[in-house]
């Protein structure tokens, strides 16, 4: 085989090995890189909007379990530093310490652990991916910051 020929085949397996992430979507992450801050605004934002602030639930008119997560920082019914009604003792989200809100919580549907109830979130869709809650997460540790 000639050097083309053998550029072809090394061509071919790198495109084959290259393909093996199966988290991927269209072979793009959809978590920034570890030295990027996740940001409300551009992370966090997107997946309440379209998973959790919707009509008939945790948007601004339906507010279940009294919480609106189109307006995570309003300190009455927001979740970021304001308390669970279904965990006592725990945050919706504390900020700082994804392991201890109970959003966070309910996306992994081990709310029962700390004295919670209910079903896992999001309710009557699908759960989360991986990505989407280790985004939180990361917002949630590095402070639920409003940027």
Known sequence: MNLRGWGLVAIALSTATACENHDAVLGVS????????????????????????????HDSFTQESQQDLSRPFDP??????????????????????????????????????????????????????KEQITLIRRWIDDGAQNN
């Open 30 to 57: 959809l978590e920034p890189p570890a030295g990027r801050v996740v940001t409300y605004s551009d992370d966090i934002s997107p997946i309440f909007r379209t998973s959790c602030a919707v009509s008939g639930c």
């Open 76 to 129: 009455v019914v927001g979740a970021v530093g304001v308390p669970s009604i279904q965990a006592i003792g725990l945050n919706r989200i504390e900020p700082g310490s994804s392991s201890t809100s109970y959003l966070v919580l309910k996306l992994l549907g081990t709310q029962g652990l700390v004295g919670g109830f209910g079903d896992r979130m999001p309710l009557g869709s699908a759960s989360l991916s």
